[in-house]
């Protein structure tokens, strides 16, 4: 489904003037986007700043090391980009940022994402994915709720039914399900992306929208304590919410510390590829572009207060995946495929590791027409392409820092 809003493209500087233009009840936006400068956030930015030239999307992001904005280099010097360096637990200066861009719409991605780091230092995710999320519900509930006053005109008041504050989460956030098939069995729910004989499912059960939370690593529990903020945001000040708990994405401008970019660099490199036990857990897998495209639509559609799983029926044990890139990367490199299979290294698993993660989208396909584009093979290929085609980009995340990160991780597993 195509959305169309009417746009208009002002220059105002923040600050002055409000950069909004009313057309007729449609009004432009200003769309505050946090971590745009990370994985996930790099696609979401790009795809709003092309895809409607009249809002004004400002990118909030404190560049840690996985924010990088060369992510962003193709769309930096658009008109109605903005790019600011913040940290969103700083609330005077989320308060600040929002007032001066007179932010109508929050579309928040920041946050420490990667399980492994959360097991070594717990505080930082408890920081800025709890604590962060809530400097941002506060300084969007003083912006949007506490000042009646901003509210004056019957236009204004209708206008005011554009705010958002939309929480990007995680499918881990409901804990990990049982293999009831280790085999794998054809899914019982399939999609346009989920034909084929690699999308089996391993097990009856799928993550939905109504399950308990379950969290069992620091980073979903971080997840999920986000995601009761913003639910409690919602019932007790009628911020206007909505939240979404996504699959394991892949793509381009993914940090190599997960599993997919890790392991093309190591291919290329002939290093050792460490799987996690016997490789036997199960992800479901996602292209990136597609949950940026989700989360356009959900953004604009979606119902206040509600939440939606976003997945591909894409379940795939990570030996398999592990496998797949090595033929791919072979192939890609002129190798002989499955040359460097030798390289398949089983490790120390990781503690606390969640078995199977296989999310039920269906609601959102029902609701919102959306579902994945991409056969995984075909996302795969891509996605190999793109990191073998970036290799000036992948050396540059690779070196300094990252060395010593791979060596604590690595050296004695
Ligand atoms: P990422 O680690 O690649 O990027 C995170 C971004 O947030 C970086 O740009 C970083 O600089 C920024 N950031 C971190 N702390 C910050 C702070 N205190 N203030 C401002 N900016 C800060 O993460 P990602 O993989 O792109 O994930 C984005 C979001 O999507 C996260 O909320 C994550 O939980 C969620 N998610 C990710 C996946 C996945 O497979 N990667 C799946 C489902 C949901
Ligand atoms: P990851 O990409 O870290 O995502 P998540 O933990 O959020 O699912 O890991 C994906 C899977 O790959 C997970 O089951 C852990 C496994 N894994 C390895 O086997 N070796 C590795 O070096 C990494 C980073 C992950």
């Known amino acids: 489904m195509e959305i169309c809003y009417p746009y208009i493209v002002d220059h105002t ?13 449609m009004k432009t936006r200003n769309i505050l986007v946090t971590g745009g400068a990370g994985f996930i956030g790099s696609h979401v930015v790009r795809l709003l700043v092309n895809k ?8 909030l992001d404190k560049l840690t090391y996985a924010g990088n904005l060369e992510n962003l280099r193709d769309i930096e010097d658009k008109p109605n980009y903005v790019f600011v360096k913040a940290d969103i ?15 109508d719409g929050v579309i928040h991605l920041a946050a420490e994402s990667h399980v492994d780091r959360s097991i070594v230092d717990p505080f930082t995710f408890a920081r800025t994915n709890v604590l962060g999320t809530l400097s941002l ?4 509930k003083a912006c949007w709720l506490d000042n009646h006053s901003v509210i004056s005109s019957e236009v204004e008041k209708s206008s005011s039914s554009y705010r958002r504050f939309y929480h990007i989460s995680t499918d881990e956030v ?26 089996l499912a391993y097990g009856e059960e799928f993550f939905t929208e109504d399950m308990k939370y379950q969290p069992h690593s620091p980073y979903s529990a971080a997840k999920a304590s986000s995601d009761h903020f913003v639910r409690a ?24 510390e997960k599993l997919i970019p890790l392991f093309i660099n190591n291919i290329r490199n002939r290093k050792p590829l460490p799987v996690y036990g016997k490789g036997e857990n199960v992800r479901d897998w996602l292209y990136v572009e597609d949950h940026a495209r989700a989360i356009d639509l959900i953004f604009h559609e979606g119902k206040d207060g509600e939440t939606y799983n976003i997945g591909g029926f894409n379940e795939w044990k990570n030996i398999d995946v592990i ?12 190798r002989r495929e499955g040359e460097d299979d030798n390289l398949i290294t089983f490790v120390t698993d990781r503690a606390g590791h969640d078995l199977r993660y296989a999310i039920d989208s269906r609601k959102l396909q029902r609701e919102l027409g959306w579902e994945p584009s991409l056969q995984f093979e075909e996302g795969l290929e891509k996605t190999v392409r793109w990191y073998l085609d970036n290799e000036p980009w992948m050396r540059r995340v690779t ?9 604590k991780m690595y050296g004695n597993r």
């Open 174 to 199: 409901y804990g990990a399900l049982e293999m009831t098939h280790p085999e794998g069995i054809k899914p019982p729910f399939t999609t346009k992306a989920s034909s084929g004989e690699h999308h």
């Open 52 to 59: 409607y030239p009249g809002y004004r999307i400002i990118n």
């Open 233 to 256: 945001f919602h019932d007790t000040y009628g911020l206007p919410t909505v939240i979404t708990n996504c699959s394991n994405n892949y793509g381009p401008y993914q940090f190599p």
């Open 89 to 103: 637990c700083d609330f005077a200066t989320v308060l600040k940022i929002m007032q001066d861009y007179d932010v």
């Open 137 to 140: 519900l506060q300084a969007a």
């Open 323 to 334: 496998k797949a890139l090595i033929r791919i990367t072979d192939r890609l490199l002129g």
């Open 399 to 407: 070196s300094g820092e990252y060395e010593k990160y791979y060596e």
């Open 13 to 25: 500087e923040p600050g002055t003037i409000p950069y909004q233009f009313e057309y007729g009840l």
